[in-house]
């Protein structure tokens, strides 16, 4: 639920890089949200800004919310229509769930929260996107958030975050827009510094 360091390590490189890397400290700063109120010019693609709005207006639509089916054990979702040719989601978050740190394959998007309350925790650094197996993340690179029922963010292709539900009672829902459609999501584990990549998910695997 974003292009200096997103070139393929060169063969001779990925011994090391499977090793490890070092994220540059000098990261570039994930994509700012647009100004709420700005009217988005009509575009073959979709953009960040349709994108948010998108996700805030259907989070605010309680009746196709409430469609949802809310499964106490584990997330459920509904896949959506997105504007000019994306891809959207409706996602339950039952207490105490959440995704682990992934990205979404170079695709960008918005998420809105629609009930609950979610914890976003992303890093604000450009990764490469072959080649690696294990990464060190320079200082700084951490950023978090909760988004509240209402609330809502866009971001790049190169997004890479986990988002929680952190609540020991209360079921979250929230409204996800992607473009292009996510042709795959990276998994990964994190301890501390080190971020390690764990698997690579395609769009059979959940849909």
Known sequence: MSPSLDTPAPASASTALAAQAVVPRAVAAE?????????????????????????RRTA???ELVSTLPLDPEGRTWIRLEGPAGSEAWIISWPPGTGTGWHDHG????????????????????????????????????????KLAKGDARAFGSHHVHEVRNESDSEHAVSVHAYYPPLPLMRRYSRTGAVLRLE?????QEWQ
């Open 199 to 203: 698997q690579v998910e395609r769009p």
């Open 60 to 62: 605010a639509d309680s």
């Open 31 to 55: 994509a700012v949200a647009p100004v709420e109120g700005t009217a988005p010019a009509p575009s073959a693609v979709p953009t960040q800004a349709e994108l948010l709005a998108f996700v």
């Open 106 to 145: 170079g695709s960008y998007g918005a998420f809105a929260t629609a009930g609950g309350t979610l914890q976003e925790d992303s890093l604000a650094a450009r990764l490469p996107t072959e080649g690696w197996k294990t990464l060190e993340l320079a200082e700084g690179v951490d950023r978090e958030r």
